[in-house]
């Protein structure tokens, strides 16, 4: 009985450390280029908030993020990070995949979250959608004449619409990566 104990009690043992590498973001939108760096501290940011949720899933004591900035710094490697997830195979650790398109309708981003064997753990989106918001056009004259009732002309004219292009804001980051990992399963 109690060597049953025993071996039930280390087969509960949490892992000492789970270390995720957070990817630089692809972004399939040119206007976007240019803030690939905000987009990936915003990545990192959200994740770094949100690895409590590896803590409960995988029992773990310790979560690591890491991003292109310190990776190679504290894993001594000679990995291309280029290719994150042959370097998560390589070097035992998670990797973060983000996608961002945008086109004129819509825009999304997509998260994903691998494990250490490039096995997909999780993943999520969040879309925003262009709006076009039209306001009818009426104007109203009211003409006063001395003797004579009021007359009022009204004029419809054509609408005015006003187009709002879709947009990944920073929040709907935030968003993306607390969906992922409050969906990521027990192990």
Not at 31 to 49: D, K
Not at 165 to 182: G, M, N, R, S, V
Request: hydrophobic residues 40%; negative net charge.
């Amino acid at each position: 009985m109690f060597w049953l104990l025993t071996s039930m009690m280390l087969a509960a043992e949490p892992l000492a450390e789970q270390k995720i590498y957070v990817a630089p973001p692809t972004i399939h939108d040119e206007t976007l280029g240019g803030y690939q760096p905000y987009i990936n501290s915003l990545l990192v940011s959200a994740t770094n908030v949100n690895k409590h949720w590896v803590k409960r899933s995988y029992k773990t004591d310790r979560v690591i993020v890491y991003d292109k900035h310190t990776i190679e710094y504290a894993l001594d490697t000679t990995c291309n990070y280029s290719l994150p997830l042959q370097c998560a195979e390589e070097n035992y650790h998670w990797v973060l995949v983000t996608d961002i398109f945008s086109t004129e309708n819509f825009a999304t981003i997509v998260v994903k979250l691998y494990d250490e064997k490039v096995q997909l753990i999780a993943s999520a989106s969040k879309s925003s959608y262009s709006i076009e918001e039209c306001k009818s056009n009426v104007k109203r004259t009211t003409i006063k004449q001395q003797g004579k009732p009021k007359t009022e002309i009204t004029e419809e004219l054509p609408e005015k619409c006003i187009s709002f292009k879709p947009a990944i804001l920073d929040k709907d980051i935030k968003q993306a990566i607390a969906i992922l990992f409050a969906s990521i399963p027990p192990a």
